[in-house]
């Protein structure tokens, strides 16, 4: 059971096309916290509800799901955060807990009248919510299951059949708007900067970011390598399939196989590059800061820190475009297996999703390499 509180988003020129974006608000924890500590349980808890409900739910429908805890930590809300709250397509917040930092954001997106999704542990569920209908789980393997099929089914009809206002949204609605707004500048005629994350925040979020992208890009490559080996490996039995006198039946049995062997890897990259995709998000915002800074600064200040990061960029870029590449072939290769065989279109489908996921985030880290050349 869910609710999602909205009108469908904007209508994309070409619906398959379409990649919509998702903010993930939850209880955050802390990783470093003691072992043992509620801090770690909670965090540990936000990464499994993540990884086995929210991240599969959202790649099936070509969401990119973003996570609170990977622009900021507990505090006062940053820019970043607000914009996520209030422009992405969909918001998912797991109330479990009635976390006061995940309330205060929910609030707010709930007045936008944009879609929203609440997810919560059995138990758990705040009483001021309490009637508005969640996606209730619990934390064994077929609850997990149980509530990343919901969540799935969700998804999958609101962006068909569009969303149902809640309260906040259709009061704010109905309400006409003051004839002239208050003027929000200063003295000096402008308005007040919300605080942005200074260039220590954006280097260090690059950092972290870099390594958690880097691991991403490695499941990537070795899924990849999965599907190669099992492509590359029907290689001699298609070839024997298709002597002189063989039955298109013999054919088909290898094309089975084959579907059978990279169904579950072809799923597992698409996942991946929907992660991929949602490390960009942040990412691309704090290494285009930190060109900013560089562009402004005099060449001969920028010395080996700067000449290291556009070096690191240029290879980021050519790596992930070779990886690109990789994903291209296979696509190729299976469409046209796919149009002899439908057993094939399945997994066909995961690895075109997979590219048009990866290829958005290619193109971003592209520009990382035209703007480190320009500066190097």
């Known amino acids: ?70 622009i900021a930590g507990a505090g006062e809300l940053t820019e970043q955060i607000c914009r996520h709250v209030l422009e992405s397509d969909f918001v998912i917040a797991d109330v479990s807990g009635g976390n006061a930092n995940v309330m ?13 999704i609440h997810i919560g542990e059995y138990g758990q569920l705040p009483f001021d919510i309490s009637l508005i209908r969640t996606i209730r789980f619990d934390r064994s393997r077929s609850g997990l299951i149980d509530a990343r099929e919901e969540l799935e089914s969700a998804l999958e009809c609101g962006i068909r059949d569009g969303f149902a206002l809640l309260t906040p949204a259709r009061i704010l609605r109905g309400l006409r708007a003051p004839e002239a707004a208050e003027d929000p500048a200063g003295d000096d005629g402008t308005a007040d900067d919300l605080d942005p994350p200074g260039l220590i925040d954006r280097f260090a979020v690059v950092e972290e970011q870099m390594e958690a992208m880097g691991e991403t890009v490695d499941a990537i490559t070795c899924t990849l390598g999965l599907i190669t080996g099992a492509t590359e490996g029907a290689g001699p039995e298609m070839e024997r399939a298709g002597r002189p006198g063989s039955p298109m039946s013999a054919r ?91 057993q094939l279109r399945g997994p066909g489908r995961d690895i075109s999703a997979a590219l048009r996921q990866f290829g958005g985030a290619v193109a971003r880290i592209a520009q990382w390499e035209h703007r480190a050349r320009a500066l190097s």
Not at 50 to 64: D, M, N, Q, Y
Not at 104 to 116: A, D, I, N
Not at 269 to 289: C, I, N, S
Request: proline share 5%; hydrophobic share 40%.
């Open 1 to 70: 059971m869910t609710v999602m509180t909205s009108i469908t988003p904007a209508e994309p020129t070409d619906e398959r096309e379409r990649t919509w974006t998702c903010f993930v608000i939850g209880p955050i924890g802390d990783r470093l916290a003691a072992a043992g500590s509620d801090e770690l349980k909670a965090y540990e808890n936000a990464v499994h509800t993540f990884e086995k409900v929210i991240l599969p739910a959202c790649t099936r429908s070509g969401i990119v799901p973003v996570r609170a805890d990977h």
């Open 104 to 116: 205060y954001e929910l609030g707010l997106r709930h007045v936008t009248g944009k879609p929203t």
């Open 252 to 342: 088909l049995l290898v094309m089975a196989k084959l579907a059978t062997s990279i169904t579950e890897p072809a799923a597992d990259l698409k996942e991946h590059a929907t992660r991929f995709a949602g490390q960009m998000v942040e990412m691309d915002a704090a290494v285009q800061a930190a060109f900013d800074f560089y562009e402004m600064m005099p060449a001969e200040r920028r010395g080996a820190e700067g000449e290291d990061f556009f070096a690191q960029m240029i290879s980021t870029s050519q790596d992930t475009q070779e990886l690109a590449e990789g994903i291209q072939v296979f696509e190729t290769t299976l469409k046209f297996m796919s149009s002899m065989s439908r």
